[in-house]
């Protein structure tokens, strides 16, 4: 069992090296400088495939390598991938983004707007054919990308957790709009 688990993790170093070199290559292709911090930055996120890190997060494992990375570099970077296709970016309504390294053209995820839970869709390729179908109707071709549906998972709904909880927007009382509840309705928000 554990000659299996070496070598099943020497295959993981393996094909992570491989990615590296591979973001490299597509960087230095596209005329970008390659630079011993953004190699810092997208051995970060190869190393961590699968989960969704923000740039705070990023820039604190960064830094315990190079501390001289900055917040700056984290966000030209992540912008820079962004661009090339190399890294998805997702919204979870947290007030950040989170990134991925994309594995596939389209990639699907559920999100908790309670407690901010993340599943990743089985049958990935049965909804891309389908999404890609509707494109195909409109005459788009797609980019890769994730999509991130929102919703309330089975455990907040068991306690209780209910849709009216997420409508943030209160309108004012009277239909009318009368001058009162106008003025208090536009310093409400």
């Avoid at 740039?55 to 970077?77: S, W």
């Avoid at 979870?92 to 990134?99: H, I, K, M, V």
């Avoid at 991130?148 to 009216?164: F, R, S, T």
Wanted: proline share 3%; charged share 30%.
């Amino acid at each position: 069992m554990e000659s299996f688990n070496k070598a099943t993790t020497k295959e993981n170093t393996s094909r992570t090296e491989q990615l590296i070199e591979m973001y490299l290559k597509r960087l230095k292709q596209c005329g970008f400088r390659m630079t011993n911090q953004r190699r810092i930055i997208i051995e970060i996120l190869l190393k961590n495939l699968g989960r969704h890190l923000n740039v705070k997060e990023l820039l604190n494992i960064a830094q315990k390598e190079d501390p001289t990375i900055g917040i700056a570099t984290i966000y030209r970077t992540v912008d820079l991938l962004t661009g090339l296709g190399l890294l998805n970016m997702i919204n979870l309504e947290e007030g950040f983004s989170r990134f991925e390294v994309p594995d596939e053209q389209m990639h699907f995820h559920f999100y908790c707007k309670s407690c901010g839970k993340v599943v990743h869709l089985p049958d990935e390729e049965d909804k891309t054919k389908t999404v890609m179908q509707w494109a195909q109707k409109e005459g788009f071709k797609l980019l890769p990308q994730t999509f991130e549906l929102a919703g309330i998972c089975p455990e907040c709904i068991n306690e209780g957790v209910v849709e009216e909880d997420f409508c943030h927007i209160k309108r004012p009382i009277c239909e009318k709009r009368c001058k009162k509840h106008r003025r208090r309705w536009r310093h409400e928000n």
